[in-house]
């Protein structure tokens, strides 16, 4: 193969001695990007197969594609409705394409450049882990987001959120929500409101009356009565929640397009599908007890009924993709079934409790991700207890 031979070629080059040999960490990792590694362990138990950490975090990218795909259409149509004009499908989606492209080209650039330039300093491989959130943070912030906010936001999350504490597979909080969360501390203005949700031309060829730009979470949020949450059905059905075409963060929105990312990821085993589950379970049962209460409560947002819930927003998009981390998700099998259903319960809590924040996925996820070792560990010591137990009582007959 030519460029398996041009590889080897320039290879000795970067090896030690070699004229560029303090760049090796990079051709390392480009040229396992391109073919899987021929180098195994040299000691300890392993298992040997071509499935490495890479290929790994392409799968997870290849089951984004249904939603970046459809974000991108998502993007044109909102942007249409805003100026009252509807371009077409393939209009619509190549719009949406050359908008979304920068921000993914930021984000790769600042995340994979500081990752690249940690790995040359010390000296060790380049990690992989961007490779998937570096894809993430793109989906997860509003359209009109500057690109240096992007980037400074990328930086903070890459510099404090992983490389601080060792790298990939060392961090303790995921990494592309850390992105979210600064951005939503530190520009609050450019992460909420109406108008953050559309390209930010649409403002500048003009915003045709009566298009809100709210996401529907903010509508149900600001409702005061129960004629205003009827308005809300009214104008956003179930059937627009699931297909999406809805204001909102450039991933989140179509609920039919992250499910079939889910099935990706059960079917090859990368995502958990018991923490999957569980959080949807979670997050159902809060908002069913919330129905159930909503009559004794000054709360119009509590009437929303539960299965609503996992449509709108990013609850779908978080549980599935965000939450899913396999490294700072529990390990347990126990603790998965736990952690999932806190994750759901407390998004759903969050985000009706919470006046100030309507949303609360991205808070109940970084929460569970600094509780799952914890979790982990009483589930351990628990099964260790049972065991001890059942030992004893083996020993007394």
Known sequence: MSLRK???????????????????????????????????????????????????????????????????????????????????LIQNFIYGMLRLLPIIAVSYIVGLGIEFAVAQIRGHEVNEGFLVSGMLIPLIVPIDTPLWMIAIATAFAVIIGKEVFGGTGMNIVNPALLTRAFLFFAYPKKMSGDFVWIDGLSKVEGIVDGFS???????????????????????????????????????????????????????????????????????????????????????VYMQLPFYEHLLLGGFAFGMIFMLTDPVTASQTNAGKWIYGFLAGFIAILVRVLNPAYPEGVMLAILLLNVFAPLIDYYVIQGNVKRRLKRSKVAKAK
């Not at 392409?58 to 089951?63: E, L």
């Not at 998502?74 to 805003?82: D, E, F, K, R, V």
């Not at 600001?222 to 204001?247: C, R, Y």
């Open 6 to 88: 041009f590889v080897d070629k320039i290879k000795p080059n970067f090896e030690k001695g070699g004229k560029v040999h303090f760049l090796y960490s990079t051709f390392e990792a480009f040229e396992t990007f391109l073919f899987v590694p021929n180098h195994v362990t040299k000691k300890g138990s392993h298992i040997r197969d071509s499935f490495d950490m890479k290929r790994n975090m392409v799968i997870v990218v290849m089951a984004l594609i249904p939603t970046i795909l459809f974000g991108m259409w998502n993007i044109g149509y909102q942007h249409g409705l805003s100026i009252g004009e509807d371009a077409g």
């Open 213 to 299: 730009g709210a996401t529907p979470l903010a509508q149900v949020a600001s409702a005061s009565t129960p004629e205003h949450l009827d308005a809300f059905h009214q104008q956003t059905s179930v059937f627009d929640m699931i297909i999406g075409i809805t204001p909102g963060s450039i991933g989140e929105t179509s609920f039919i397009a992250i499910m079939l990312g889910a099935i990706l990821l059960i079917y090859t085993g990368i995502g958990s599908w018991k923490i999957m589950f569980s959080a949807f379970v979670g997050g159902a049962l809060m908002g069913l007890l919330l129905n159930v209460f909503a009559p004794y409560a000054d709360n």
